[in-house]
């Protein structure tokens, strides 16, 4: 199988470049990656694998995309996207480009070249703020607050459009929050940074009560290369998280304890969301991809404190 994965320089993409590179079953792995928020590093360990190639390229640039399919693919892993749900504070059409119109131009070349089948990382921001309850997958309306939201909203409909219009098949992925390794944003990493900067004193976004399920990288792409193996409908649409979570205070503490400091102060901003757009509470039901046969490795917490272990390492 010959697959392309854009942003696979990524957090998630280089993860995943990693777990497919050990399948027999693939005989090419290429990398579609602007390097705005990625770095060639990630990648250091397939450079001298012949079935890996690297792409530097953006696909806002349609020529290059285009060029770039050509070259004949079984299947897309579409995992570019702005890292960052805040930026969209203050970059509205940051989002527009990198969610939206990127997704568009990708569709329009494996159109041209005949690549039919994509798997897309969506995101939970799609559902907006909901009640306090379980996220099943058939929960709407759907009104997202957040630029990142909206983009990723968007998106999932330009990808079951092309699959009513132009037969694709698509395997849509709803991301719960991804932590692990090589992750340079989010909650935990940005707690190791403060902390190593001044570890006397630790800001916390909000009030700290902000709770959310936390998802191992690891555990996100074996989930994902499992249901691409079971499901088989057009399109397939999965929740990819797990049904526990972590509040954003217990974090703090873990974050704490793992660097063994003592004595930090804890100054909360205030507010139940960490930023405009921020959804403070999520809950995710997971039965959907629990049925099919898959479930997550680590719950929510366990997640977080693996990737705190790893990123201190790492930061």
């Known amino acids: 199988m010959k697959i392309l994965i854009t942003g696979g320089a990524g957090f998630i993409g280089s993860n995943l470049?990693?777990?497919?590179?050990?399948?027999?079953?693939?005989?090419?792995?290429e990398v579609l990656d602007n390097l705005s928020h990625s770095t060639k590093s990630n990648l250091?360990?397939?450079?001298?694998?012949?079935?890996?190639?690297?792409?530097?390229?953006?696909?806002?640039?349609?020529?290059?995309?285009?060029?770039?399919?050509?070259?004949g693919f079984d299947m897309v892993f579409h995992l570019a996207a702005n890292p960052d749900a805040q930026i969209g504070?203050?970059?509205?059409?940051?989002?527009?480009?990198?969610?939206?119109?990127?997704?568009?131009?990708?569709?329009?070349?494996?159109?041209l070249a005949k690549v039919k089948k994509i798997v897309f990382s969506s995101s939970g921001t799609i559902y907006g703020e909901t009640p306090v309850i379980p996220l099943s997958e058939n929960y709407g309306p759907s009104f997202p607050i957040s630029m990142y939201g909206a983009g990723k909203l968007a998106a999932e409909g330009l990808v079951t459009a092309y699959c009513g219009t132009f037969e694709f098949k698509s395997w849509i992925f709803r991301f719960a929050n991804v932590v692990g390794s090589r992750r340079k944003n989010g909650v935990v990493s940005d707690f190791i940074r403060k902390l190593k900067s001044?570890?006397?004193?630790?800001?916390?976004?909000?009030?700290?009560?902000?709770?959310?399920?936390?998802?191992l990288v690891d555990d996100v792409v074996e989930g994902m290369w499992f249901v691409i193996n079971k499901a088989d409908d057009k399109i397939n649409f999965y929740n990819l998280g797990v049904k526990s979570s972590t509040k954003v205070s217990q974090i703090a503490k873990m974050v704490i304890n793992e660097m063994g400091l003592a004595g930090v102060k804890i100054i909360y901003t205030g507010g139940k969301r960490g930023w405009p757009g921020d959804i403070p509470q999520v809950r995710y039901n997971v039965g959907k991809i629990n049925k099919l046969g898959w479930r997550a490795r680590l719950e929510s917490d366990e997640a977080v404190e693996s990737a705190i272990k790893t990123l201190i390492n790492e930061l």
């Not at 504070?89 to 159109?111: C, G, I, K, S």
């Open 89 to 111: 504070v203050t970059n509205p059409r940051h989002d527009l480009e990198q969610e939206t119109l990127a997704t568009f131009n990708l569709l329009e070349a494996m159109r």
């Open 17 to 29: 470049v990693d777990y497919l590179a050990k399948k027999k079953s693939i005989t090419r792995i």
């Open 44 to 71: 250091r360990y397939h450079f001298d694998n012949p079935i890996f190639k690297l792409h530097v390229a953006d696909l806002l640039d349609s020529k290059s995309v285009n060029r770039i399919l050509s070259r």
């Open 198 to 215: 001044d570890p006397k004193e630790l800001q916390v976004l909000g009030d700290g009560s902000q709770q959310k399920p936390y998802i």
